[in-house]
């Protein structure tokens, strides 16, 4: 109980900062209170096109995700098996970690046009984040524990359920967490800037052009709730496959 | 089955820590690695494993033998053991042909059962050395290679540990390194 009330109270503190920021600049356009966001939220929720937007964006999005993640893993165990491979990704990884999104936006909306670019926007963010986290962890494995492995020619799905697995759990973890806030993120803006039908983004860009502050701000809340959802269930995920280590 | 170690040479650091050493590893026979700390029982260990290349002379498997390397059941230096996992899991994740059953029933020879179901982290010294005992007398092997497997024993497990190292030797060679020799009267010993 303490501890719900030591979480759950500075959050009521800045709702309550946020109501008398609105009260003062009284001007629904400029800063809509978290009343009528919250009314704005569940007159949204109760139309078709939003539930339709929120899916449409949330497949978009973990879609790409799932993407990222698996070519993260993948390269990383590439990377650590073949210096090669390590040596021609790194430009690779540096370009997607370094290049706004924006311009990869523009760049796949000319490309690609703009049905599935939250797609390719979360696996490109997401990607990065996976493969160096990952590698680390492999870097990080213990060599003595492999090399046991290798003299008892232990069985390669035990060697990755045994030895690498509760190494890289906990690199996992904290990229994970980092990597679906991030798909979130750049799969929005993507949507914001690529206009695709029946997408949060859309939604967030008509609330821009309406000048529907409220809207905006109800659209921001469904993201936030949706993107940690997305969160726990992913950490449980990681939980059960760790087993007692995660 | 011989494995022959001849005219081996290892250096480190400028140290020549083996030279010119040579030994007929055979079947049925038992030889004991004596010597003190750094003069190479480690190294010759993992040169036999194929982990390290000698700088000179070679090891090769001699007689009808099927696999390009040995087939070894090891004790390292380090126990080597997944700390996360049972005592029971850590003796199975090394061989599909390890059963839960037997594997149990073997550790039990050496540990109280109680322990067996927690992870290796909560064990002690003693017991964690145990467990990489049985773990390298169960897997299927043509040969026991263990370095220095006695430490942290106490002299009523060390006796234990011997008998049941013996028990499980069967056929093939066993090869054993010890500062001291001391408590390995069964085997020839090897003065490094």
Known sequence: MKK????????????????????IIHNKILMAG??????????????????????????????????GTVLGIVFSFLAYKEELVRDFARPIVGLLKTVPVASFVILLLIWLGSSNISIFISAMVVFPIIYVSTLEGFDATDHKLLEMAHTFRMPEGNVIRYIYLPQLIPFFKSSFKLAIGMAFKSGIAAEVIGQPLETIGNGLYNAKIYLETGELFAWTIAIVVIS?????????????????KA | MTIEVKDVTKTFDGRKVLDNFSLDIESEHSYIIAGPSGCGKTTL??????LDKPDEGSVKLLGDYKYPYIVSGTVFQEDRLCDDFTAVENVTMVSHKIFKETAR?????????????????????????????VRACCIPNDILIMDEPLTGLDEKSKEEAIRYI?????????????????GFDFGRVVNL
């Not at chain 1, 719900?4 to 009260?23: E, H, R, S």
């Open chain 1, 228 to 244: 940690f959802i997305c969160e726990k269930i992913l950490l449980l995920l990681l939980h059960v496959m760790g087993g007692r």
């Open chain 2, 105 to 133: 029933e073997e550790l039990e020879k050496l540990l109280p059962a109680e322990v067996l179901d927690k992870p290796v982290r909560e064990l002690s010294g003693g017991q964690r050395r145990k467990v990489a005992i």
């Open chain 1, 4 to 23: 719900i009330i030591k979480k759950a109270l500075p959050v009521f503190f800045w709702i309550v900062i946020w109501q008398l920021v609105a009260i």
């Open chain 1, 34 to 67: 978290p009343i009528e966001t919250l009314q704005k939220l569940i007159e949204l929720s109760g139309s078709e096109s939003f539930w339709a937007s929120v899916g449409s964006s949330l497949g978009h999005i973990l879609l790409g995700f799932v993407i």
């Open chain 2, 45 to 50: 260990i993992r040169i036999i494993l194929g």
């Open chain 2, 166 to 182: 013996r028990d499980k030797q069967g056929s093939g060679p066993l090869v054993i390194t010890s500062h001291s020799g001391e």
